[in-house]
C-alpha cells in the first residue's frame, strides 16, 4: 500500500491540470503502458498484444527510437499510442529547464511527433518536482504518471505481477505502469490482459482512456 506521503502526492497530482495519473472512472476502462523501448523484445510485446486484441501507449527513450525508426513504426502501424520518455532515460530533476525541453523535442523528433494534440511525456523514474512539472507544463506538454505499479521493474516473477493486477485492485480509470525489455513482463501480460477482462475491463490507450 502507498505510504501516507505518497497518498497526498497522487492527491495533488490528479488536481493539477495536464496532468495525467488515473483516468475516468465513469466508463470500464484501463490503461496498459509500456516504458523504457524499444529494444531488441518490442516485437514480441507488439506480436503479443495483437494476439491479446489490445492497444497500449508505449513511452520511448528518444536516443533507442532514433536507432529503431523501423520500430517506431511498427508501434504506430499497429494502432498504439507513442510518447516520449525523455531522450537518454536522465531524471528530468537533473536537468535545467532548456535541456529538458530540448530532451522532449529530439525525442518528439525521433518518434515523427505525436498524432493526440498536445504531446504526452512520462518523466523517467517518475521523477519531478515543482521546476521541471512546471516547465512542461507551460510547454503545453501533457504530464503522463500512473496509479498502478506493477513493480515489474524488480519483481521477476510473472505470476506476482499478474497477482498486483488482480482480486480488484485494478479500477476502472486506472493507468497500469509496465516495461519493456523484460520476459517476466511479457509472461505476466496473458495474465492481466485475462484478468482484467474478467473483471469486466476494457485495455485502451491513455489518450482513449481520457477520451472516454
Avoid at 495533488?12 to 476502462?29: E, S, Y
Avoid at 516504458?35 to 527513450?61: C, H, I, N, S, W
Avoid at 511527433?113 to 521541471?132: C, K, Y
Wanted: proline fraction near 5%; include cysteine.
Amino acid at each position: 500500500m502507498p505510504s501516507f506521503r505518497a497518498r497526498i502526492r497522487d492527491a495533488v497530482m490528479d488536481r493539477v491540470p495536464g496532468v495525467r495519473r488515473r483516468g475516468p472512472a465513469l466508463a470500464n476502462r484501463v490503461a496498459l503502458t509500456f516504458d523504457d523501448g524499444p529494444d531488441a523484445m518490442t516485437p514480441r510485446y507488439l506480436e503479443l498484444l495483437d494476439k491479446l486484441g489490445v492497444p497500449a501507449t508505449f513511452f520511448l527513450v528518444g536516443q533507442r527510437a532514433a536507432a529503431h525508426p523501423h520500430l517506431v513504426r511498427e508501434y504506430r502501424r499497429r494502432g498504439h499510442q507513442i510518447a516520449s520518455h525523455g531522450f537518454d532515460h536522465r531524471r528530468f530533476t537533473q536537468l535545467g529547464r532548456q535541456e529538458l525541453l530540448d530532451q522532449c523535442a529530439r525525442t518528439d523528433e525521433a518518434i515523427g511527433g505525436q498524432l493526440t494534440g498536445r504531446s504526452w511525456v512520462r518523466p523517467p523514474h517518475g521523477s519531478l518536482d515543482a521546476r521541471s512539472l512546471f516547465s512542461l507544463l507551460f510547454a503545453r506538454y501533457t504530464v503522463a504518471l500512473w496509479s498502478i505499479d506493477t513493480l515489474d521493474h524488480g519483481e521477476r516473477d510473472a505470476d506476482a505481477i499478474v497477482a498486483r493486477c488482480a482480486g480488484g485492485g485494478v479500477r476502472p480509470g486506472d493507468v497500469l505502469l509496465l516495461h519493456e525489455g523484460q520476459q517476466w513482463t511479457l509472461d505476466a501480460l496473458p495474465g492481466i490482459v485475462d484478468g482484467l477482462r474478467t473483471a469486466g475491463l476494457e485495455c485502451v490507450t491513455m489518450h482513449d482512456l481520457y477520451a472516454a
